[in-house]
C-alpha cells in the first residue's frame, strides 16, 4: 500500500504473505481504531458448540429470522464456518464468559432454537475488538491511520477490467487529503445507523463504505431492510417526549433470552397476542408490535421487565446494562426498564460473493457494509458479528491472488493512482466557515427526521416517495455547496448519508411486498418466498418514485443534451434539432434570463452573478428546470432537448444518473470568434426574437483551425428601432463567462465521453452550410432524422 500526500515523499508497504515481499496492511480508521460499532456489540457471536445444537438448526433459524429471502450458500458458509472462527478468538486471547466447568457459557437471543451465543457478559463487542487490535498491533506489519475518513474510492482500468487501487482519505487531524494506493481494498466500514435520528450506532456510522462504494459502481443490495432494534434504552428523563436524536443504548436481546417480558404501560404483556414465540421472536416482527403499542396508545415507550430473575444472576450477566440504567435512575433488578425501538443495523449493503468479493476487481468487503446475503430481511440476533470474521477470512485468499495478478500486470495502474492524486480545488480539504456549518447540521436533522417518516418501522409509499426526493435534494445541495467548499468532513458525510437515503427509499419503493424489515402499508403481506434481493447498480433502475429535488426529473428527463460554451449557437441548433427529433426545447439559459426579466425572488437573487460572469449553483438550475418541465409535463410534452444543461459535473452526473440519456452533443468554435457573435448578439424587444449583427471572415489560424465565414443573421426593418444588447454581453463578462466555461467543461465532457455518449462537432461555418453537416452527424443516432430532414 502506498499513502501519496501531495508535497511529501510517498512512503510504501506491502502485505505480508509468502507469496509477497515486503509488505504490510494499512488499516485507515475514520476516528480512532476503538470507535466503530463492534465495541457495541453486546449480546455477543453466534456458534454452533453445544451437542445438543446442529449446524441445520442454526441454518433454519437464519433463514426464518431472514423472512426466506437469505441466500442459503452463504448461510451454509457462516453457520458452518462460525465455530472455527469463534475458536480462533479465543486463541488470540478474547476472554469469554464461562460455565462452572470451565467451558464456554451459551446464551440464547430472539430467533434462536438454542443457546449458541458465546458472550462475554454483555460487552462481547468490546473484548472482540481489544483482542483483534492487540493481535493486530503485535503483528508488526499493520499498520494503523487513526482519524482518517475516506472519502472515495481510487479506481482505474488494468488490461480493460476496472479495478479498485485504493482510496482518498481526509487526514482530520492535519486537515490533509491523503490517497493510499493498494491492489487490493477491504470495506469494513460497518453501517450507516446516523441516517436516523435514533440509532444505537455511533457517529463515525454515517453509510461511507456503501456510498463509495455505489459511487465506484460496485453493485448494492436490500438496502430496503432496515433493522430496527426493539429495546434502546428510554431513560426516564424523557417521559412524555420522544426519544433524543443521538445514540441510543441498546438493552441487549439477551436480556429477553434469559426471561425478560415486555409489557404496555397499562400492564399487559402483549408480544403472546402476536407471536407464539412471545418474546423471542425475530427482531422485526418484536419492534412492529412494540411500535403498534406506542402507537395505539400513545405512549412514548413500553417495559422490559426482568427484575423476577435472581438479582445475582442478572448482574452478573447484564453488568453494563445494570450500571447505565443505573446512572439514570432505573434499577434493573427491582423495577422495569423503559424501551422503546431504534434503528440498529442495516441488512443490506455492497453486494459480494462467498469469498467478500464485490463486482469491482480488487474491491471487497466485509461485515455490516456488505451484503453477503446471509441476513435476508432481517438479521438474526448475534449473526453479526460472526459474519465479518468469517467473510474477512474467506476474503483472504482471492485477496492474495489477486494483489500478485496486479503486482505482475497493473504497475502501471498502480502508478497513475500515485501519481494522479490531485487534491486542488473541489477536493481539497477545507473547513466550513460557521454559517456553512449551521447549514449542513440543520439539513441533515432535516434529512434524519425525514428517514424515520418515510423509511421507519412501518411505511406508506407516499412517505417514501416524498422522503426520496427530500433525500435527493440534500445530496445534490451537499455536491453544490462541496463545489465552493471542497472536502468538509461535514459536507462529506452528509453526501454519503443522503446517498445511503436514496438507496434505502428507492430500494423500498422497488418491492411491493411486507418482508423483514419492510413493512409497508399498502402491501402487508410477502409476495412469495421466492422474491428475488433487489441488486442496484445505478439509479436508472431504481424505477418508481425515484426523484431529484425536481419531481419532474424522475418522470421524464432530457434524452438529448447540447453542449457548448457561450455564443456558440446552441439556442439556435437546439431548436432546429428539436424540431426535427419532433421533442421541445429546453434554455437553461433562457429560463435564468425570464427568472431576471420577470423580478422573481430567484431572479433578483441571480441577476448579480449572471452580471459577475459566474456560473449558478447547481440548485438554483435544478429548481427551475423542475418549474420548466413541470408545466410541460402539463401540457403533455414527449421529450426533451436541453441547451445550457449541464455545465457542472454535478449537474451532469445528476442527468446520467436520473435520465435515459441519448447523446450529448458537443459544439467547437474557436474562441476569438465566440467572443465576436457574443457581442454582435442582438435581442428585438418587441418580437423577443434574436439576431446577430457580427459579420466574421477570419482565415485559418496559426495552429491549424480552419477558416471561418459567417455572414449576418440581420434583423428586418421593423425590429431595427427596438434592437438591445444582453446586458451580460461586454467584452470584459464575455471573458470572464469563457474561462469559468473551460474549466468546467473538461470534467463535463469526459463524463459524457466515458458513458459513451458525447459526440464532438466542430463549426466551421454560418447555419446554412453548418445544419445540413450536423444533420449527417446526428443521423447515425437517430432512426428518425432521415424521413424528418427530407418533410
Not at 725 to 745: F, G, H, P, Q, W
Amino acid at each position: 500500500m502506498q499513502a501519496c500526500k501531495p508535497g511529501k515523499k510517498a512512503w510504501c508497504w506491502n502485505k505480508k504473505f509468502p507469496q509477497l515481499s515486503r509488505t504490510a496492511v494499512a488499516v485507515v480508521t475514520k476516528g480512532a481504531a476503538v470507535d466503530g460499532c463492534t465495541q457495541y456489540a453486546q449480546g455477543g457471536i453466534c456458534a454452533v458448540l453445544d451437542a445438543l445444537d446442529s449446524v441445520e438448526a442454526h441454518v433454519h433459524d437464519t433463514i426464518v429470522a431472514g423472512d426466506f429471502l437469505n441466500r442459503r450458500k452463504a448461510v451454509e458458509v457462516v453457520c458452518r464456518e462460525g465455530p472455527a472462527a469463534v475458536l480462533e478468538l479465543v486463541a488470540l486471547g478474547a476472554q469469554f464468559t464461562r460455565g462452572a466447568g470451565g467451558s464456554l457459557h451459551l446464551t440464547r437471543e430472539g430467533g434462536h432454537s438454542a443457546r449458541r451465543i458465546v458472550h462475554a457478559a454483555d460487552v462481547t463487542g468490546r473484548e472482540i475488538e481489544r483482542a483483534l487490535l492487540a493481535a493486530a498491533a503485535a503483528k508488526g506489519n499493520v499498520v494503523f491511520f487513526e482519524n482518517h475518513h475516506a472519502v472515495d474510492l481510487v479506481w482505474d482500468e488494468v488490461g480493460g477490467v476496472k479495478h479498485c487501487l485504493g482510496v482518498d482519505a481526509l487526514d482530520m487531524v492535519a486537515s490533509a487529503m491523503t490517497r493510499f494506493v493498494a491492489p487490493v481494498t477491504l470495506l469494513a466500514t460497518g453501517g450507516a445507523g446516523q441516517v436516523y435520528p435514533v440509532t444505537t450506532n455511533p457517529a463515525v456510522a454515517t453509510g461511507d463504505g456503501m456510498a463509495m462504494a455505489f459511487r465506484a459502481k460496485a453493485a448494492v443490495a436490500n438496502m430496503e431492510f432496515v433493522q430496527f432494534h426493539p429495546t434502546a434504552f428510554r431513560p426516564p428523563a424523557f417521559a412524555g417526549a420522544p426519544l433524543a436524536p443521538g445514540r441510543a443504548f441498546l438493552i441487549s436481546e439477551a436480556v429477553r433470552g434469559e426471561g425478560g417480558r415486555l409489557f404496555n404501560l397499562a400492564g399487559e404483556r402483549f408480544m403472546a397476542r402476536v407471536d407464539l414465540r412471545g418474546e423471542l421472536a425475530p427482531r422485526d416482527v418484536v419492534a412492529r408490535a412494540i411500535h403498534a403499542q406506542m402507537q395505539a396508545r400513545g405512549d412514548p415507550h413500553v417495559l422490559l421487565d426482568v427484575s423476577h430473575a435472581p438479582a445475582a444472576e442478572v448482574l452478573a450477566h447484564f453488568p453494563n446494562i445494570a450500571a447505565h440504567c443505573a446512572s439514570a435512575g432505573v434499577d434493573i433488578t427491582a423495577e422495569p426498564i423503559p424501551v422503546a425501538p431504534a434503528q440498529h443495523y442495516m441488512c443490506g449493503g455492497v453486494q459480494t460473493g462467498l469469498f467478500g468479493e464485490t463486482n469491482v476487481a480488487g474491491l471487497y468487503a466485509a461485515g455490516e457494509v456488505a451484503c453477503t446475503g446471509l441476513h435476508g430481511a432481517n438479521r438474526l440476533a448475534s449473526n453479526s458479528l460472526l459474519e465479518g470474521l468469517v467473510f474477512a477470512a474467506r476474503a483472504v485468499p482471492p485477496s492474495v491472488a489477486h494483489a500478485e495478478a496486479v503486482a505482475r500486470s497493473g504497475g502501471a495502474a498502480l502508478r497513475r493512482a500515485a501519481a494522479s492524486a490531485d487534491f486542488t480545488g473541489s477536493q481539497a480539504p477545507m473547513r466550513l466557515p460557521a454559517a456553512a456549518r449551521e447549514w449542513v447540521a440543520a439539513e441533515r436533522r432535516e434529512l434524519t427526521a425525514t428517514m424515520w417518516r418515510g423509511a421507519g418501522i412501518v411505511r406508506s409509499r407516499a412517505d417514501m416517495k416524498a422522503a426520496l426526493q427530500q433525500a435527493s435534494h440534500t445530496y445534490l445541495e451537499s455536491e453544490a455547496l462541496a463545489e465552493c467548499y471542497g472536502m468538509a468532513p461535514e459536507l462529506v458525510e452528509l453526501r454519503n448519508l443522503a446517498t445511503v437515503g436514496e438507496l434505502i427509499l428507492a430500494s423500498a419503493l422497488r418491492r411491493r411486498e411486507s418482508r423483514g424489515g419492510h413493512y409497508v402499508l399498502e402491501h402487508p403481506l410477502p409476495a412469495g418466498r421466492l422474491a428475488q434481493q433487489a441488486s442496484l447498480t445505478n439509479l436508472k433502475q431504481w424505477g418508481e418514485g425515484l426523484q431529484q429535488p425536481a419531481a419532474s426529473l424522475a418522470e421524464k428527463m432530457p434524452s438529448w443534451i447540447m453542449l457548448g460554451p457561450p455564443g456558440v449557437g446552441k439556442g439556435t441548433y437546439s431548436s432546429r434539432v428539436a424540431k426535427l427529433l419532433g421533442i421541445s426545447h429546453i434554455s437553461a439559459g433562457d429560463l435564468v434570463r425570464d427568472e431576471i426579466k420577470n423580478q422573481t425572488e430567484c431572479g433578483q437573487q441571480v441577476a448579480r452573478l449572471v452580471n459577475q460572469g459566474d456560473l449558478l449553483p447547481d440548485s438554483v438550475i435544478l429548481e427551475l428546470l423542475q418549474q420548466r418541465l413541470a408545466a410541460g409535463r402539463a401540457r403533455g410534452e414527449g421529450g426533451v432537448l436541453l441547451d445550457g444543461f449541464p455545465r457542472t459535473r454535478s449537474q451532469a452526473e445528476t442527468l446520467l444518473r436520473f435520465s435515459d440519456a441519448q447523446l450529448a452533443l458537443n459544439l467547437h468554435l474557436r474562441e476569438e470568434v465566440l467572443i465576436e457573435k457574443c457581442l454582435g448578439r442582438r435581442l428585438c424587444s418587441c418580437c423577443g426574437k434574436s439576431f446577430n449583427v457580427a459579420d466574421i471572415n477570419l482565415p485559418p489560424s496559426a495552429s491549424g483551425e480552419p477558416a471561418i465565414k459567417m455572414p449576418p443573421l440581420n434583423p428586418p426593418a421593423n425590429c431595427v428601432p427596438y434592437l438591445e444588447m444582453r446586458s451580460d454581453d461586454n467584452y470584459a463578462t464575455i471573458k470572464r463567462r469563457l474561462e469559468v466555461y473551460n474549466a468546467e467543461a473538461s470534467p463535463v465532457e469526459q463524463l459524457f465521453r466515458d458513458a459513451g455518449l458525447l459526440l464532438d462537432f466542430e463549426i466551421t461555418g454560418g447555419i446554412p452550410e453548418t445544419l445540413p453537416r450536423l444533420v449527417d452527424a446526428l443521423r447515425p443516432h437517430s432512426a428518425h432524422l432521415e424521413e424528418k430532414q427530407a418533410a
